[in-house]
């Protein structure tokens, strides 16, 4: 005796067919990718952080989404060696962990990244130098007070821009890489942006996207290049985090402070080259993808507009 269904499938056009498998193909499809994201976000477990080395270096680490990732480190056990270009600011950050964790150990060294690149990867590297650096996060990055149309962009910005979020990144990168293609291990963290890895624009901050796309871009390469080295390199992409540089950002659903912000950052390390490590923004990415991209260029571009009006050029 057939099955009814198949019964009924034998009476159905070739089209009616085809559509139906089209429609079962789609929804195994979005069963899969949601499982998928349910684990990514929910169910795998993170690396063990220990296991890439005992140390853990983070740039930009006196403020915001740096200081949250070293503490968020230093509870995981890893010693750190904090960067930043305020060493007072620096030496704060580091006794506020240690109050927290005193058994971890901490460096740290100033360095402005706007400033003599060359020396201060010098530095770096002697500060480094025989200690079992395990993770790197490149977390340090600049970006216009104000939205700003290119021609607006002073020489100034422009070269810092470039010296903190491209030169000084790539130069830090070089200098640790070196260290774990020895050892073969460690994992490279690169603070990439929304704005450039996952909004089809974002108006009004050109130079600063564009950096932001050459981190991704750079990552993904590396990515490849490294990974038979046992190295894992990522780009991680924010959306918004309400910290000093986004002024205007208030915490809610979508935008977490930092030390909400940084459990997850730790979660993704070692897993894709190019992720998003807080579910809450992936779900954000989900459903901007429902919005036409004309559209949302559109309304990126007055809401940058409007910013502007509160926050004028100097
Ligand atoms: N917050 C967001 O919504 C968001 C969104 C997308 C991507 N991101 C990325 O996430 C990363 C961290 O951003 P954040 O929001 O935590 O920013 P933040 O609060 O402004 O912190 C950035 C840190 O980097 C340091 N830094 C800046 N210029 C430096 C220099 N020349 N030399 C040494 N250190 C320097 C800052 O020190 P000073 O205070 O002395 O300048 C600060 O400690 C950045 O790469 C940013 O592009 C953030």
Redesign the pocket.
């Known amino acids: 005796m057939e099955l009814p269904i198949l019964e009924t499938l034998r009476f159905l056009s070739f089209w009616r067919l085809a559509l139906l498998s089209i429609g079962l193909f789609q929804f195994c499809r979005t069963i899969y990718f949601f499982s998928r994201w349910v684990y990514v976000y929910f169910i795998r477990s993170p690396k063990c952080l220990l296991h890439y080395g005992k140390w853990a270096i983070v740039?930009?680490?006196?403020?915001?989404?740096?200081?949250?990732v070293a503490v968020e480190m230093a509870r995981k056990g890893l010693n750190l060696v904090l960067?930043?270009?305020?060493l007072e600011?620096l030496k704060e950050v580091a006794s506020e962990i240690k109050a927290e964790e005193p058994r971890v150990e901490i460096l740290t060294v100033d360095?402005?990244?706007?400033?003599d690149i060359g020396d201060g990867v010098r530095r770096l590297g002697m500060a480094i130098e025989g200690l079992d650096v395990g993770v790197l996060v490149?977390?340090?990055?600049?970006?216009y007070r104000v939205p700003m149309f290119l021609h607006e962009v002073g020489e100034e910005m422009f070269r810092?821009l470039e010296?903190?979020?491209l030169t000084?990144l790539t130069e830090i990168t070089q200098l640790v890489l070196g260290m774990m293609v020895k050892k073969k291990k460690g994992a490279i963290v690169n603070?990439?942006?929304?704005?450039a890895s996952v909004t089809p624009s974002y108006p009004m901050f050109a130079v600063?996207t564009a950096t932001?796309g050459y981190?991704d871009q750079l990552s993904r390469c590396l990515h490849v290049e490294y990974k038979n080295f046992g190295i894992d390199i990522q780009c991680q992409?924010?959306?918004?985090?309400?910290?000093?540089?986004?002024p205007d950002?208030k915490e809610n659903f979508f935008?977490p402070m930092?030390e909400q912000y940084a459990p997850p950052v730790l979660r993704a390390i070692g897993y894709g080259c190019s992720v998003i490590p807080y579910w809450r923004q992936s779900f954000q990415n989900y459903l901007s993808t429902f919005c036409l991209v004309p559209i949302f260029n559109e309304n990126l571009l007055y809401a940058a507009l409007r910013r502007r009006a509160y926050y004028p050029v100097d």
């Not at 490149?138 to 970006?143: F, L, M, P, R, Y």
């Not at 603070?191 to 704005?195: E, K, V």
């Open positions: 740039t930009g680490a006196a403020k915001g989404i740096g200081k949250a960067v930043d270009r305020e600011l360095f402005d990244l706007n400033g490149n977390n340090a990055g600049v970006s810092e010296k903190v979020n000084s603070l990439g942006s929304g704005s600063y932001k981190v992409v924010p959306l918004f985090v309400v910290t000093e540089m986004v950002k935008n930092p």
